[in-house]
């Protein structure tokens, strides 16, 4: 029986997508270094990363970025992306990190804290981990000053700062506490965030 975890990345940050990732493994797999991603230093998380992408029978990584996490909310803007990710690979159930099932037709299970008890969550909780900190890294580089690359956009006092000081930016989450304070007129969407949220 092929079991798929699925888990999430970048709920609670002011910048950035929210990511989902789907790793699959053989029933019984078992691989005691891959644990939550909370519990690792980078270091071991980027080791695992490729590790891990080796191991699976399959893995998918998606995000959904901060215009559809504005229309539907982070709460079932992190559904979908879960839902997605599931949907690019073949298994026969699938079980959910959380109390919140996701929308498939497999067999879920929904597993509270599950990213450290199930390995295939926390496999899964590893991929979206890393995937979204190397985007971070990159749109520091493309929207410096804000510290992307150091806080992957979560609410830190030097994040919160630069919000301030400089105003938000495309990638911020405007109606988050923290930014929408800052914002001073509607944002246009991008040609390819239209064609996204329609």
């Known amino acids: 029986m092929?079991?798929?975890?699925?888990?999430e990345a970048g709920r609670g940050p002011l910048a950035g997508p929210v990511v989902a990732a789907a790793c699959?493994?053989?029933?019984?797999?078992?691989n005691a270094r891959i644990k939550d991603s909370k519990q690792l230093s980078k270091k071991k998380r980027e080791l695992l990363y490729e590790e891990i992408k080796q191991a699976a029978q399959a893995w998918a990584v998606v995000a959904v970025?901060?215009?559809r996490i504005e229309r539907y909310n982070i709460r079932e803007a992190?559904?979908?992306?879960?839902?997605?990710?599931?949907?690019r690979v073949t298994a026969d159930m699938v079980l959910v990190d959380g109390n919140v099932?996701?929308?498939?037709?497999?067999?879920?299970e929904t597993i509270i804290g599950?990213?450290?008890?199930?390995?295939?969550?926390?496999?899964?909780?590893?991929?979206?981990?890393v995937w979204r900190d190397r985007l971070m890294a990159v749109l520091d580089r493309k929207y410096p000053g804000y510290g992307f690359a150091i806080h992957s956009g979560y609410p830190t006092a030097d994040h919160r700062?630069?919000?301030?000081?400089?105003?938000?930016?495309?990638?911020?989450?405007?109606?988050?506490?923290?930014?929408?304070?800052?914002?001073?007129?509607?944002?246009l969407p991008s040609a390819m965030?239209?064609?996204?949220?329609?």
């Open 2 to 7: 092929l079991i798929a975890g699925v888990d």
């Open 24 to 30: 699959v493994f053989n029933q019984g797999y078992s």
């Open 101 to 108: 099932p996701i929308e498939t037709e497999l067999p879920q």
């Open 161 to 187: 700062a630069a919000v301030a000081r400089q105003g938000p930016c495309r990638v911020h989450r405007r109606t988050f506490h923290g930014v929408r304070e800052f914002v001073t007129a509607p944002l």
């Open 65 to 67: 970025g901060p215009r």
């Open 114 to 129: 599950g990213d450290r008890l199930r390995v295939e969550i926390s496999a899964a909780s590893i991929l979206a981990k």
């Open 193 to 198: 965030e239209a064609a996204l949220c329609r």
């Open 78 to 87: 992190s559904r979908l992306a879960m839902s997605l990710a599931l949907r």
